[in-house]
């Protein structure tokens, strides 16, 4: 445990941690941050959790050795508030990571948003609220590595100590604007979003910029080069950035695309292909390439999705509505309806409130709120000529 100097209490043993979970355990809320490695290592880790209580500020080291299932439960439990800034990449990596789900939950982020906040990050939350002053030195720190400095869990022990006194103030809001059940609910269905893990698909190469417009037989380049730079990553454990860029990708497909006019079958470094780039993977790039020219083109995937007739008209419809909504209220569009939301009632067009809430993309205040007007802006829609076709 670090020196009663410190404003954190730092777990990295087991005996330690056996008395901050018996803490935990009594709480009738915590406040909790994770930092992790996604910028350093391709298998990402939950590096550190923080984890304020009224009574302390704990920061876990969850790579010390020791189990920490005993906050699973905690976690799940309802009767617990688990007060977050952002949640959903903190929820995709403890359902991702640890098969952890979160429920009781109060996010401060969101509770900004649906108040109309515009600068909604906590280090601006909490200028504004308090005139604080959160120092953003160590945001893409290497959190993965050991040991921290003082400093780094310094910075980590801000992203927790505040948050209670943030919700309770922002929770103060959403009672006087009559917005505490709409707050809750958008809380509750983030809870209930699945992770959004990253699973790599081969495929997923047609979504590097330009792609798309490649000619054949530069598209089995770009995809084998893909596939090399993803399988040097796994073998590494970095991210496939650190291995090769989409621009460097773009650069070899250029220069490749060259080939056939200048008679040199050669990459040279230049504005995109660094030279350290070429003096470590030359060679394999080399071979990758040539091998590649020789197949067949991949299949290429449609831009244009197929939708329900009418379905263009019905999104910019509600897109419209749901601007002028927000304009109304003072808040961002994606508070009175996210856009994937937006799109999928778009699609399925529901004709009566009962139809809209067995959608399931609507909790029971939103859909008593704003479901009379979507009905409505559909109907409209359905009164001009349907058509499959983006004007």
């Not at 089995?220 to 796994?234: N, T």
């Not at 008679?263 to 030359?282: F, M, N």
């Not at 290429?300 to 419809?317: A, D, P, V």
Request: net charge positive.
């Amino acid at each position: 445990m670090s020196s009663g100097k410190d404003p954190y209490i730092l777990i990295t043993n087991r005996r330690s941690w056996e008395r901050c979970l018996k803490e935990l355990q009594e709480a009738p809320r915590i406040a909790v941050d994770l930092e992790a490695n996604g910028l350093y290592a391709y298998r990402e880790k939950i590096c550190l959790i923080q984890i304020s209580t009224d009574r302390n500020h704990f920061i876990v080291d969850p790579l010390a050795g020791f189990s920490l299932e005993g906050l699973k439960p905690i976690f799940a439990d309802e009767s617990v508030e688990k007060v977050f800034h952002a949640v959903d990449y903190d929820l995709t990596l403890l359902q991702g990571l640890y098969r952890w789900k979160v429920r009781g939950l109060f996010d401060t982020m969101r509770a900004a948003e649906i108040l109309g906040h515009t600068s909604i990050g906590l280090a601006s939350l909490l200028g504004s609220f308090y005139g604080l002053t959160l120092s953003k030195k160590y945001q893409k720190a290497n959190w993965g590595l050991r040991p921290l400095s003082r400093e780094h869990l310094l910075y980590a022990y801000n992203d927790t100590c505040h948050l209670l006194r943030l919700r309770d103030d922002l929770a103060t809001h959403l009672v006087r604007e009559n917005l505490m059940e709409e707050a809750r609910e958008a809380f509750e269905q983030v809870c209930h979003m699945p992770p959004a893990m990253r699973v790599f698909d081969p495929d997923h190469f047609w979504k590097i910029p330009g792609a798309l417009h490649l000619d054949d037989p530069l598209p089995a380049v770009l995809k084998a080069l893909f596939i090399f730079r993803e399988s040097e990553a796994q073998k590494q454990d970095v991210p496939s950035f650190k291995i090769m860029s989409n621009k460097m990708l773009a650069g070899i497909i250029q220069q490749v695309g060259t080939w056939h006019k200048t008679g040199v079958r050669e990459l040279v470094p230049d504005a995109c292909i660094p030279l350290k780039l070429l003096e470590r993977y030359r060679a394999v790039l080399m071979k990758t390439i040539q091998a590649a020219l020789l197949h067949l083109p991949p299949p290429r995937i449609s831009c244009q999705s197929i939708h329900t007739n009418g379905f263009w008209q019905r999104l910019e419809k509600l897109k419209e509505w749901r601007k002028n909504e927000a304009d109304g209220q003072g808040v961002q569009s994606n508070v009175v309806l996210t856009r994937a939301a937006m799109t999928e009632i778009a699609e399925r067009n529901p004709g009566t409130l009962q139809a809209l809430s067995m959608l399931k993309l609507l909790g029971p205040v939103c859909c008593r709120k704003y479901g009379p007007d979507i009905l409505e802006v559909l109907r409209s829609a359905s009164e001009e000529a349907p058509s499959n076709k983006q004007t």
